[in-house]
Nanobody, 124 residues
Framework: QVQLVESGGGLVQPGDSLSLSCAAS????????MGWFRQAPGKEREFVAA???????YYADSVKGRFTISRDSAKNTVYLRMNRLKPEDTAVYYC??????????????????WGQGTQVTVSS
């Protein structure tokens, strides 16, 4: 059974940094994209960042230059480093993994596996 388990969420102040981790088990995602999405109350789930094997990374415009996605394929783990956090970054953050190719990596529909989510709150 495939599982994605996020960790690292919490409450921080504006301008602070926070790191999220997502450990996958049950199958290897080497060669497939892994990503992060977020969902704020009353809003749709939105793309944050994605990474393929190697160095190909993609970011939403709202986080570009502040967030960094990385992965350790040997550990089947993906990370999200979030710097200069803003109140509008407050959301539940979800880790996601693709088990196939095709479709837009920005779309939740392209991802086959999801974590349970971790809350990130940015507030003074």
């Amino acid at each position: 059974q495939v599982q994605l388990v996020e960790s690292g969420g919490g409450l921080v102040q504006p301008g602070d940094s926070l790191s999220l981790s997502c450990a996958a088990s049950g199958r290897s995602f080497s060669g497939y994209a892994m990503g992060w999405f977020r969902q704020a109350p009353g809003k749709e789930r939105e793309f944050v960042a994605a990474i393929w094997s190697g160095v190909s990374t993609y970011y939403a415009d709202s986080v570009k230059g502040r967030f960094t996605i990385s992965r350790d394929s040997a550990k089947n783990t993906v990370y999200l480093r979030m710097n200069r956090l803003k109140p509008e970054d407050t959301a539940v953050y979800y880790c996601a993994a693709r088990g196939s190719y095709g479709g837009s990596q920005n779309s939740p529909a392209a991802y086959d596996y999801w974590g349970q989510g971790t809350q990130v709150t940015v507030s003074s």
